[in-house]
């Protein structure tokens, strides 16, 4: 029969495959529910039980059922290829059939299909709506269809004649299948079995309308059992030999593919449900295995439903009488590990497995080898239990996680003669031979580096505010403590490279927490015999500044890829600046030259490079290094974008700019909280170095027309409280800075001290310094001194001459104070004045050029470039007609500057002759 | 430079011949329709006081001339305002006014003929693209057509600036053919000193009123001859300034917009020659097709520029003579 098809079918089937793969593909999508739907699958799975005979038929109503979900939607093109593989199939069950007689459900589909098909063909105006390639499908299955049934005519007309009969007597036979939803398929199949049995002949015709009502019913189920279909199909195209329908049959075959791993894992879900068969479908994996090999996955899962009931019997993961030896349970360990990363896998089954799996070894004493080499996955499973890389670990799986990497650094401190390293083979490991060394693969430093990314995402993911996120935080120790000990391990066995990543971790966890030990120690120098026992305890621990320059010169000694270096180079600096060694944060910050080649960096090493320099700014305002700090500061203040450039929240303004994976990304990059620097602290050190830079400046320049501003952002807020229609007392930190600086514009540098440093200020700001009353006096200062310069910049011009006594008065300064600012002034040509000693006041020389004269410089200026360019117009012509050009513009250019006339007569004399 | 200063109190003698003898007006405008414009000490006034009224600072007011062209004179009789133009009445027909307006002239027998337009000007601003058409357009139609400007600052310093001016033949070929690039331009030899041509003004006066002028003058406070003297200078001479930069500076981008049009058509050539480029400031600017940039504007501005360097130096020489003066004083006082 098979043959007959093969010939037949050839032409039409391929000619309407491409049509067909577009028809096919929604049925498909439903494929996403299987995992949902277990119980379904169990029952598959059980159902077809016992022999070969169940298995092609169970491959027959799978095809069935694709045929009759095709009719339903009518296509028929569908209809045509699928029962042809019908018809195949049929052929391969032949021998069972020979003995069995044709199976009932066989002989519905042939009945039904004709009905169907004789119906479409009736239907004069369906006909004409179809599809050209239906059309033409119709036609061919509805001769085929004739043809082929005459052959079973006796059979279907029996079917015909007795269309539904004992269902009961296969739900018996089904009996262990509990689940209600299951019916309906369970009758089919029943329906089908029984009436195969009967072989009668003879059946009346038109009960066919019923069935397909009936399948309607069954749609959901038979949408389930969709998954058996494809398996089935592509069973079959693995075993037939023409190449002709494997290419037919590529899609439904990689399909299967796919799929054959998924409905193993359902079932291995379905089993965790009942934990007393749990270790069975192990023994039946183990047993599919050995058969894999065969290339017949789907008799071999047959063959496994059959062995249920023996099963049930042994709640273990390996035969009873199995002797558990290295070799079984790495055999295991490597079933399990095959499902890994695959779709529908229940993941935390896989881990309770493993763990099952880790305790069955321990009791049988199978060394550490093996413990260890388990452990790794079993982390490696947790760490996959999240397929999705933005979710974050529950709490519980996260606490198994530590304790399972704790577990393992015992273990490995426990038995230095382990070996454990990336690029042991697998083939080469050894687990359980104690005269050697075990060798055993895995990576210990992936593992936990993967462990603190894991950290680092439940941060992010944790509200900062809520308690919660102090819970997790907790962990940070626990943490520390791991990496502290791989650390640790690592410096004994590692190489170079693994010892710099552990480093660059353990330098992550420390660069940005400030070491108030150390700090406190500086504080108070040793008092010799004083010291308490806490005291001692607390000096226990290495000095974090110690550690820092201890791991960080190790990784740029030994560091070969640059990445990690420079990482360490920016937390060194940023610790450095955290605790305000500015010149040496500086001056590594200058050597690194970062600052060149940074934009070429990702963006996480960005984001901390921008940290960086923020801590470096604020260090340098605590040192009263307001221009440093300024600098620092700028680029990340004028962009505006403060938040998002330090990785600190996402700005809602590009949020539409973005799609939805850009934004996850970014998600992801984003610092946790505990690792955030204020942003209004940052914005206020950065106004408020503005201000002491740009008031004197614009009152040392109100005249000159080429003033440029020194702070963009600054001025923006001058003219945002400017803009002000009632100007009330400040409330933001902006508007204190803003009212301080109209102040000290005037010069009135106790009005400014007021507004920078109140009760609001110090509760905004200044207290979140480490050392705030330094910071606070640092500040006063400079608010005086600078006041003093705007005043005399401001005010010069009303003065003949001023007492330095006066402005030591003012501006509660003492006198050399005042005269070495004064001095500094006059030197800089920044105020026209001279010192008269004897009296101590200070001279003022009118030497400001008046308002003409400004405009005149001006204009001579503005004419002086209008020349330049004139000249370089003429240079054009001369080039363009005289064709000396080459030479003229050398010498335009031997004669740039004040020799300019010169120059232009000498061309002139060139172009003479 | 056919400026005539005439004080309150300085009147023409007589009436049919000029007294302004200042004038050293342009001897090559041979060729030109008209020499000389004889204005109507009505029309002054009538300009002066429409400045008055309606114009203040940086705002322009216009007006037009009526007149007669007797010989190689243009007099100039009468004039009447443009309406002070406000947005709301954007559907204002100025042509249809002008027409009114001059039928109701011809009914009160006052000369009717258009022969050209007044304008105020700030500190002498006035040469701009926007004069040059409508003196294109006004001598396009009516030959003899002036353009009297009247500069209300330095009248009010105490003499008064009244100007004719007319474009030259020249000029107008070139605006006649719309072409401005660089090279029609070179062709008609055109520079900013051939532009505008400024005719003599000669203004007269019936007997009558030179009576009633002498008369005046006669009455006159002495403060009021002596605006003249005042030696503050600094914001005249400011404002000057700072008009004259603004110029400079757009001259200097209109000649850096030039040297990269030239830059570019070099570079074209030197291509075409096989030649390697010269360096390129801004190499996107290179796939453009050179667009040889309109020379008018900045003949325009050269044009302006030399007015306000005249206005400089004229203000100034005066300013020294009056300080000069103002120390010989001081010194005989002592």
């Given at each position: 029969?098979s043959?007959?098809?093969t010939t037949?079918s050839?032409?039409?089937?391929?000619?309407?495959?491409?049509?067909?793969?577009?028809?096919t593909?929604p049925v498909?999508?439903?494929?996403?529910?299987?995992?949902?739907?277990?119980?379904?699958d169990?029952?598959?799975?059980?159902?077809?039980?016992?022999?070969?005979?169940?298995k092609r038929f169970?491959e027959l109503?799978?095809?069935?059922r694709t045929?009759?979900n095709a009719?339903?939607i009518?296509?028929?093109?569908?209809?045509?290829?699928e029962?042809?593989?019908?018809?195949?199939?049929?052929?391969?069950?032949?021998?069972?059939?020979d003995?069995e007689?044709?199976?009932?459900?066989?002989?519905r589909?042939?009945?039904?299909l004709?009905?169907?098909?004789n119906e479409l063909?009736e239907?004069?105006?369906?006909?004409?709506?179809m599809?050209?390639?239906?059309?033409?499908?119709?036609?061919?299955?509805?001769q085929k269809?004739?043809?082929?049934?005459?052959?079973?005519?006796?059979?279907?007309?029996n079917?015909?004649?007795?269309p539904?009969?004992s269902?009961?007597e296969d739900a018996e036979?089904?009996e262990?299948?509990?689940?209600?939803?299951?019916?309906?398929?369970?009758d089919e199949d029943?329906?089908?079995a029984?009436a195969?049995l009967k072989k009668?002949?003879?059946?009346?015709?038109g009960?066919?309308?019923?069935?397909l009502?009936?399948?309607?019913d069954?749609?959901?189920?038979?949408e389930?059992?969709?998954?058996?279909?494809d398996?089935d199909?592509?069973?079959?195209?693995?075993?037939?030999?023409s190449?002709?329908?494997?290419g037919?049959?590529?899609a439904p075959?990689?399909?299967f593919l796919?799929?054959?791993p998924?409905?193993?894992?359902?079932?291995k879900?379905?089993?965790?449900k009942?934990?007393?068969?749990?270790?069975?479908?192990?023994d039946r994996k183990?047993k599919r295995l050995?058969?894999?090999?065969?290339?017949?996955?789907g008799?071999?899962?047959?063959?496994?439903?059959?062995?249920?009931?023996?099963?049930?019997?042994?709640?273990?993961?390996?035969?009873?009488g199995t002797e558990?030896?290295?070799?079984?349970?790495i055999?295991?360990l490597n079933?399990?590990?095959?499902?890994r990363?695959?779709?529908?896998?229940?993941?935390a089954a896989?881990i309770?497995?493993?763990?099952?799996?880790v305790?069955?070894?321990?009791?049988?004493?199978?060394g550490e080898?093996v413990?260890v080499?388990?452990?790794f996955?079993?982390?490696?499973?947790?760490?996959?239990y999240n397929p999705?890389?933005a979710?974050?670990m529950k709490?519980?799986?996260?606490?198994k996680?530590?304790d399972?990497i704790n577990?393992?650094?015992?273990i490995?401190?426990a038995?230095?003669?382990?070996?454990?390293?990336?690029?042991?083979?697998?083939?080469s490991e050894?687990l359980?031979?104690?005269?050697?060394?075990?060798?055993i693969?895995?990576?210990?430093?992936t593992?936990v580096e993967r462990?603190?990314?894991?950290?680092t995402?439940?941060?992010?993911?944790?509200?900062?505010h809520?308690?919660e996120?102090?819970?997790?935080?907790?962990?940070e120790a626990?943490?520390?403590?791991?990496?502290?000990?791989?650390?640790r391990?690592?410096?004994?066995?590692?190489?170079?490279e693994?010892?710099?990543r552990?480093?660059?971790?353990?330098i992550?966890?420390?660069?940005?927490?400030?070491d108030y030990k150390?700090h406190q120690?500086?504080l108070?120098?040793?008092e010799g015999?004083?010291?308490?026992e806490?005291d001692?305890a607390?000096?226990?621990?290495?000095?974090?500044a110690v550690?820092?320059e201890?791991?960080?010169?190790?990784?740029?000694?030994?560091?070969r890829?640059?990445?990690?270096r420079?990482?360490a180079?920016?937390?060194?600096?940023y610790h450095?600046?955290?605790?305000?060694?500015?010149y040496?944060a500086r001056?590594l910050?200058?050597m690194?030259?970062l600052?060149?080649n940074?934009q070429?960096a990702?963006?996480?090493v960005q984001?901390l490079y921008?940290?960086?320099?923020?801590q470096?700014g604020i260090?340098?305002f605590?040192?009263?290094?307001?221009k440093d700090a300024?600098?620092?500061l700028l680029?990340?203040?004028?962009s505006?974008?403060?938040?998002?450039?330090?990785?600190?929240g996402?700005?809602l303004?590009?949020?539409?700019?973005?799609?939805q994976?850009?934004?996850?990304?970014?998600?992801r990059?984003?610092?946790p909280?505990h690792?955030?620097?204020?942003?209004?602290l940052?914005?206020?050190?950065y106004?408020?170095?503005?201000m002491?830079?740009?008031?004197?400046?614009?009152a040392?320049?109100?005249s000159?027309?080429?003033?440029?501003?020194?702070?963009k952002?600054?001025?923006h807020?001058l003219?945002?409280?400017e803009r002000?229609p009632?100007?009330?007392?400040p409330?933001?930190?902006r508007?204190?800075v803003?009212?301080?600086s109209?102040?000290?514009?005037?010069?009135d540098w106790k009005?400014?001290h007021?507004?920078?440093?109140?009760?609001?200020?110090?509760?905004?700001?200044?207290?979140?310094f480490?050392?705030?009353?330094?910071?606070?006096?640092?500040?006063?200062?400079?608010?005086q001194?600078?006041?003093?310069?705007t005043?005399l910049?401001?005010y010069s011009?009303?003065?003949?001459?001023?007492?330095?006594?006066?402005?030591?008065?003012m501006f509660?300064?003492?006198?050399p104070?005042?005269?070495?600012?004064?001095s500094?002034?006059?030197?800089n040509?920044?105020?026209?004045?001279?010192?008269d000693?004897?009296?101590?006041?200070?001279?003022m020389?009118?030497?400001?050029?008046?308002?003409?004269?400004?405009?005149?410089?001006?204009?001579a200026?503005k004419l002086?470039?209008l020349?330049?360019n004139n000249?370089?117009?003429?240079?054009?012509?001369?080039?363009?007609?005289?064709g000396?050009?080459?030479?003229?513009?050398d010498g335009y250019r031997?004669?740039?500057?004040?020799?300019r006339?010169?120059g232009?007569?000498?061309?002139q004399s060139?172009?003479a002759? | 430079?056919a400026?005539?200063?005439?004080?309150?109190?300085?009147?023409a003698?007589?009436s049919?011949s000029t007294?302004?003898?200042t004038g050293?007006?342009?001897?090559?405008?041979?060729?030109?329709?008209?020499?000389q414009?004889?204005?109507?000490?009505?029309?002054v006034l009538?300009?002066?006081?429409?400045?008055?009224?309606?114009?203040?600072g940086t705002?322009v007011?216009?007006?037009?001339?009526?007149?007669?062209?007797v010989e190689d004179?243009?007099e100039?009789t009468?004039?009447f305002?443009?309406?002070h133009h406000t947005?709301d009445?954007?559907?204002?027909d100025?042509?249809q006014?002008?027409?009114?307006?001059m039928?109701?002239l011809r009914?009160?027998?006052?000369?009717h003929?258009?022969?050209?337009?007044?304008?105020?000007?700030?500190y002498?601003s006035f040469?701009?693209?926007?004069?040059?058409?409508?003196?294109?357009?006004?001598?396009?139609a009516?030959?003899?057509?002036?353009?009297?400007?009247?500069?209300?600052?330095k009248?009010?310093?105490g003499?008064?600036?009244?100007?004719?001016y007319?474009?030259?033949?020249?000029?107008?070929?070139?605006c006649k053919?719309?072409?401005?690039?660089p090279?029609?331009l070179?062709?008609?030899?055109?520079?900013?000193?051939?532009m505008f041509e400024?005719?003599?003004?000669?203004?007269?006066n019936?007997?009558l009123?030179?009576?009633?002028?002498w008369?005046?003058?006669?009455?006159?406070a002495?403060?009021?001859k002596?605006e003249l003297?005042?030696?503050?200078?600094s914001n005249h001479?400011?404002?000057?300034l700072?008009?004259?930069?603004?110029?400079?500076?757009?001259?200097?981008?209109?000649?850096?917009?030039?040297n990269?049009y030239?830059?570019?058509?070099s570079?074209?050539q030197?291509?075409?020659?096989g030649?390697?480029?010269l360096?390129e400031?801004?190499?996107?600017?290179?796939?453009k097709?050179?667009?040889?940039?309109?020379?008018?504007?900045?003949?325009?501005?050269?044009?302006?520029?030399n007015?306000?360097?005249?206005?400089?130096?004229?203000?100034?020489?005066q300013?020294l003579?009056k300080?000069?003066?103002a120390?010989a004083?001081q010194?005989?006082n002592?």
């Open positions: 029969m043959r007959f098809f037949g050839d032409s039409e089937s391929e000619s309407s495959l491409s049509g067909e793969e577009l028809v593909k498909g999508g439903n494929y996403g529910k299987q995992a949902l739907l277990l119980s379904e169990e029952e598959d799975t059980k159902r077809v039980v016992r022999s070969a005979k169940d169970e109503t799978n095809l069935i045929i009759r009719m339903k009518r296509d028929v093109t569908k209809c045509l290829e029962f042809e593989l019908l018809g195949k199939a049929y052929g391969k069950a032949k021998s069972i059939v003995k007689g044709v199976p009932r459900f066989y002989i589909i042939l009945a039904d004709e009905d169907y098909l063909w239907d004069k105006e369906g006909k004409k709506k599809n050209k390639n239906n059309a033409k499908a119709l036609s061919t299955l509805r269809i004739r043809k082929y049934n005459r052959d079973f005519e006796s059979h279907i007309t079917y015909k004649q007795n539904e009969q269902a009961d036979k089904n262990e299948d509990s689940e209600g939803s299951s019916d309906e398929d369970e029943g329906i089908s029984a195969f009668k002949s003879e059946a009346p015709s009960d066919s309308r019923k069935f009502k009936k399948l309607e069954e749609d959901e189920d038979s389930d059992s969709e998954d058996d279909e398996w199909t592509g069973s079959t195209s693995s075993d037939s030999d190449e002709e329908e494997e037919k049959q590529a075959a990689s399909r796919k799929k054959a998924t409905t193993e894992e359902d079932k879900a379905a089993e965790k009942r934990e007393d068969k749990a270790k069975k479908k192990h183990s050995d058969e894999e090999e065969e290339d017949n996955e008799g071999e899962w047959e063959r496994v439903r059959g062995g249920m009931p023996l099963v049930k019997e042994k709640p273990k993961m390996f035969a009873k558990i030896t290295h070799a079984v349970v055999k295991k079933e399990i590990l095959q499902a990363g695959k779709k529908g896998t229940d993941r896989q309770e497995l493993l763990q099952l799996l305790q069955i070894a321990s009791e049988n004493n199978l080898g413990t080499k388990i452990k996955n079993i982390i490696a499973s947790l760490y996959d999705n890389l979710t974050y709490p519980e799986m996260w606490q996680c530590l399972c577990e393992l650094m015992d490995l401190f038995n230095p003669n382990i070996f454990v390293g990336e690029n042991i083979l697998e083939e050894n359980h031979n104690v005269d050697q060394p075990l060798r693969r895995g990576c210990i430093l593992l462990m603190d990314e894991e950290f995402k439940i941060m992010q993911n944790t509200d900062p809520s308690q996120y102090v819970e997790h935080l907790k962990d626990q943490v520390c403590a791991i990496i502290e000990r791989v650390q391990y690592l410096e004994e066995k590692g190489t170079t693994e010892i710099c552990v480093y660059l971790r353990r992550l966890h420390t660069y940005y927490k400030f150390a120690r500086q108070t120098p040793p015999s004083s010291k308490s806490q001692q607390e000096n226990e621990g290495e000095d974090s550690l820092m201890r791991l960080c010169k190790y990784i740029y000694a030994k560091d890829t640059d990445r990690i420079t990482c180079i920016l937390c060194h600096i450095h600046a955290l605790h305000s060694r500015w040496q001056d910050m200058l690194s030259h600052q060149d940074i070429h990702d963006p996480p984001i921008n940290r960086t320099m923020v470096l260090c340098a605590r040192q009263g290094l307001t300024h600098n620092a680029d990340i203040q004028s505006g974008r403060a938040k998002e450039l330090l990785g600190q996402l700005l303004r590009s949020l539409q700019e973005r799609n994976e850009q934004e996850k990304v970014e998600r990059r984003q610092v909280f690792l955030h620097i204020n942003l209004e940052l914005e206020c050190v106004l408020v170095s503005a002491l830079l740009e008031i004197p400046y614009m040392a320049h109100e000159d027309a080429r003033r440029r501003m020194i702070s952002q600054f001025h807020q003219r945002v409280g002000q009632l100007l009330g007392p409330e933001s930190m508007e204190h803003v009212a301080a109209k102040a000290m514009k005037m010069g009005t400014c007021s507004f920078i440093i109140n009760e609001k200020m110090n509760g905004k700001v200044w207290d979140l480490p050392e705030a009353d330094k910071v606070r006096t640092m500040l006063v200062r400079k608010i001194e600078e006041s003093l310069r005043y910049f401001t011009s009303v003065y003949d001459s001023i007492s330095m006594e006066t402005l030591s008065d509660e300064l003492d006198l104070t005042v005269h070495s600012i004064i500094k002034m006059i030197i040509e920044e105020l026209m004045a001279s010192l000693q004897p009296t101590q006041t200070v001279v020389h009118r030497t400001e050029p008046t308002a003409q004269q400004n405009l005149a410089l001006q204009l200026e002086g470039s020349v330049e000249e370089r117009v003429f240079d054009h012509k001369q080039g363009t007609y005289g000396y050009f080459r030479d003229q513009k031997k004669n740039e500057g004040y020799m006339r010169g232009y007569r000498q061309q060139q172009t002759y | 430079m400026s005539r200063k005439e004080g309150t109190g300085s009147a003698t007589s049919s007294t302004d003898t050293k007006g342009k001897g090559g405008s041979g060729d030109s329709a008209v020499k414009v004889q204005i109507d000490g009505l029309v009538k300009i002066i006081k429409h400045y008055q009224e309606e114009g203040q705002e007011v216009q007006g037009v001339l009526l007149g007669l062209v004179r243009l100039i009468n004039c305002p443009f309406p947005e009445d954007a559907d204002f100025e042509v006014y002008q027409m009114e307006m039928r109701s009914h009160v027998n006052i000369d003929l258009h022969v050209g337009w007044y304008q105020s000007t700030y002498g040469i701009t693209r926007a004069l040059l058409d409508s003196q294109f357009s006004y001598q396009h009516i030959e003899e057509s002036v353009v009297l400007i009247y500069d209300p600052i009248t009010a310093q003499s008064l600036s009244l100007k004719a007319r474009l030259t033949p020249k000029l107008m070929e070139v053919e719309k072409d401005f690039s090279e029609a070179k062709k008609a030899n055109i520079t900013f000193e051939h400024e005719v003599l003004i000669v203004i007269k019936s007997h009123i030179n009576v009633l002028m008369e005046l003058e006669k009455k006159s002495v403060a009021d002596h003297l005042s030696l503050a200078s001479l400011g404002k000057n700072q008009l004259l930069m603004d110029r400079v500076d757009e001259m200097s981008q209109d000649i850096i917009k030039y990269t030239m830059r570019n058509t570079n074209m030197r291509q075409s020659r030649e390697p480029p360096p400031e801004d190499l996107s600017k290179l796939f097709p050179p667009q040889p940039p309109a020379r008018m504007d900045s003949l325009l501005i050269a044009g302006q520029i007015t306000y360097c005249r206005n400089i130096k004229e203000f100034t020489a300013n003579g300080l000069f003066m120390q004083l010194e005989y002592n």
